[in-house]
């Protein structure tokens, strides 16, 4: 059965304390791996695309690796407006059979 | 209006009531998708609609239709609501061809089932 399992569930960080949150996948033909942040009552925003393993993503802060059987999103050095909860998602599957399955999150909070 | 767009943006509704929420993307995208997100729970995928043909269905009570005209517009029919159906619904939209595959959401409509 197809799965996205991310870790862990809680993290808090003080300001500048780098870390990194895991999202491993059990998907038969991965075709896509994004990861999204979402503020408390909006909608999830897109931060990564990873297609394959091998592939770097980076963005200020963040920076997204894609491994066969994991991602991992490293915060470099945080602060507290990167509190958030952060989604990985799994793509596999073609045109119209495609599926896309989420993660339950992982809830950041970086202390000043 | 740019990205993707969802009306109204809360929304009360008693159980006998009858409201329909609204989702416009202008990003050119062919697929188009309903997510319920509960407090403390993963995002539970609801209706998808891929080239304007419904392609998934998750199991979801009669009391919730989708309906989408066109590849850019989406709504979602409510009828004789529980309060659990109480939740955040959020709209996204994608490419299901040629890429690039990522799914854009829209801000979501905040519904209590009263």
């Known amino acids: 059965e197809d799965q996205v399992t991310q870790s862990p569930e809680a993290l808090r960080l003080q300001e500048g304390e780098s870390s990194s949150l895991n999202c491993s996948y059990t998907?038969?033909?991965?075709?896509?791996l994004f990861w999204y942040r979402q503020d408390p009552g909006k909608g999830p925003e897109f931060l990564f695309t990873?297609?394959?393993a091998g592939e770097e993503k980076e963005k200020e802060r963040l920076k997204a690796t894609l491994t066969k059987k994991e991602s991992f999103l490293h915060i470099t050095a945080p602060k507290p407006e990167d509190s958030a909860t952060y989604l990985c998602a799994v793509l596999s599957g073609y045109s119209s059979a495609s599926k896309i399955i989420f993660g339950s999150g992982t809830r950041l909070s970086i202390r000043p | 209006e740019t990205g993707v767009t969802q009306t109204p943006r809360h929304l009360v509704m008693g159980m006998t009531n009858k409201k329909s929420l609204k989702c416009e993307q202008h990003l050119g995208h062919n697929a188009m998708y309903w997510y319920k997100q509960s407090a403390k729970k993963p995002l539970e995928l609801m209706f998808v609609y891929s080239l304007e043909e419904r392609v998934e269905n998750n199991s979801v009570p009669s009391r919730f239709s989708p309906e989408c005209p066109n590849s850019s517009h989406l709504f979602l029919h409510l009828h004789t609501l529980q309060p659990e159906d109480s939740a955040l619904y959020l709209c996204a939209s994608s490419q299901v061809q040629g890429g690039p595959y990522e799914q854009y959401f829209g801000p979501g409509t905040r519904l209590t089932v009263t």
């Open positions: 998907v038969s033909g991965l075709r896509g």
């Open positions: 990873l297609y394959s």
